[in-house]
């Protein structure tokens, strides 16, 4: 099992940047694809990013341009670098590791653009 915690969450104004982390407890870490997600208020939870454990990267066409995942195997870690922030960025964000039919959620951290 893996456990995940996020951080790096905030109030930002448009056109900001935030970069959120992901912490993930256990050994195998790197063999996860890890993603991140997130829910607006009133709306489904959706895909932002994920990143294989080789590093090939898949974004939202909503973020691309935009932001991007990355991913230190070392620090069992995985980020989000989110620039050009928009108002309809702001949700509750959360971090995802999926290992074939295994599948963790962290709790979230919530990210509101705002002016």
Same mark, same amino acid.
């Given at each position: 099992?893996?456990?995940?915690?996020?951080?790096?969450?905030?109030?930002?104004?448009?056109g900001?940047?935030l #970069?959120?982390?992901? /912490? /993930?407890?256990?050994?195998?870490?790197?063999?996860?694809?890890?993603?991140?997600? #997130? $829910?607006?208020?009133?709306?489904?939870?959706?895909?932002? /990013?994920?990143?294989?454990?080789?590093?090939?990267?898949?974004?939202?066409?909503s973020?691309?341009?935009?932001f +991007?995942?990355? #991913?230190?195997?070392?620090?069992?870690?995985?980020?989000? $670098?989110?620039?050009?922030?928009?108002?309809?960025?702001? /949700?509750?964000?959360?971090?995802?590791? #999926?290992?074939?039919?295994?599948?963790?959620?962290?709790?979230?951290?919530?990210? +509101?653009?705002?002016?």
């Open positions: 099992q893996v456990q995940l915690v996020e951080s790096g969450g905030g109030l930002v104004q448009p900001g940047s #970069r959120l982390s992901c /912490a /993930a407890s256990g050994s195998i870490f790197s063999s996860y694809v890890m993603g991140w997600y #997130r $829910q607006a208020p009133g709306k489904q939870r959706e895909m932002v /990013a994920d990143i294989t454990r080789g590093g090939l990267t898949n974004y939202a066409n973020v691309k341009g935009r +991007t995942i990355s #991913r230190d195997n070392a620090k069992n870690t995985v980020y989000l $670098q989110m620039d050009s922030l928009k108002p309809e960025d702001t /949700a509750v964000y959360f971090c995802h590791a #999926r290992l074939s039919s295994y599948y963790s959620w962290g709790q979230g951290t919530q990210v +509101t653009v705002s002016s």
